[in-house]
């Protein structure tokens, strides 16, 4: 996203407004949406004033305005990591008991940092002979506890809010392996785009791992489909087998059949 540029001003001035649009930002974090209005009586402002500050974040592609208030671009950034892991989590659970059939003894295996990919790393604690490599500090941990399992870990600058490590680093470590099976949790599904996510260093990373996977398994819930995704991490064509809790819309299933993406069902 584009740097937020502060007007020139008096510093007391500039201070105060960057301090505003810090605050709206952490404010959208906390609720979907605000109206112009609650914001100039929360900030002691007019509503001119916060309309000013609204267009400038919108600019910097970090808020979207709606009619008479504001949220996160599209509603479409993900929230924090064990948030994360709790949404449909019981539709987590079986779309890794579906994707689990996918494993077998002796196979290596890709796992990116996605929540729906960390249920599939418990769901593995019984395959044994299994080779695991990973960015993600969770899944990490999680295959540690497994007997059986040799376990690589892309190591690098650990984003904090994904509990992994992405950039030029995890990328040049996990591209000397070419994996049986690469199996990637995606934030959007799209028929015409594809795949699709919202960290530009998660969906770099994913990109990298595609040319070198055998296989490419994705892992998504039913609430993924047509979701508004704005980074592109693959076609349905780079895809063999897409995991997930119903039965996609018909625009989505027709891409994928035509593409050869198998679709399973949990």
């Not at 064990?82 to 449909?88: E, F, N, S, V």
């Not at 604690?125 to 899944?139: A, C, K, P, Q």
């Not at 897409?242 to 299933?253: F, G, S, Y």
Request: aromatic share 6%; net charge negative.
């Amino acid at each position: 996203m584009d740097r937020i540029e502060i007007p020139t001003g008096t510093a007391a001035s500039r201070a105060h407004q960057s301090a505003r649009l810090a605050t709206l930002i952490d404010l959208l974090g906390q609720r979907d949406r605000w109206s112009i209005a609650e914001l100039a009586e929360r900030f002691d402002v007019s509503e001119e004033t916060v309309r000013r500050d609204v267009r400038q974040l919108e600019q910097a592609g970090r808020v979207q305005k709606v009619h008479g208030g504001v949220c996160l671009p599209g509603g479409v950034l993900e929230p924090p990591y064990r948030q994360r892991l709790r949404d449909q989590a019981e539709a987590k659970r079986r779309i890794a008991e579906r994707a689990l059939t996918l494993v077998q003894p002796g196979m290596t295996v890709m796992l990116d940092s996605g929540t729906t990919t960390l249920c599939l790393a418990r769901a593995l604690r019984g395959v044994r002979d299994l080779t695991v490599i990973t960015n993600s500090m969770e899944i990490a941990a999680e295959i540690l506890g497994h007997p059986g399992q040799r376990l690589f870990v892309a190591g690098g600058t650990v984003d904090p809010d994904y509990h992994a490590a992405f950039g030029s680093e995890p990328i040049d470590y996990c591209r000397q392996f070419a994996p049986d099976l690469t199996v990637l949790s995606m934030g959007a599904v799209d028929a015409a785009r594809g795949f699709l996510d919202f960290h530009a260093g998660e969906a770099a990373f994913k990109r990298s791992l595609l040319q070198r996977a055998r296989r490419v398994a994705i892992l998504c819930d039913a609430t993924k489909f047509d979701k508004p995704g704005f980074l592109h991490v693959a076609d349905f064509a780079d895809v063999q087998e897409l995991v997930t809790d119903q039965a996609p819309p018909d625009d989505i299933a027709t891409a994928a059949t035509a593409a050869g993406t198998t679709i399973h069902l949990a």
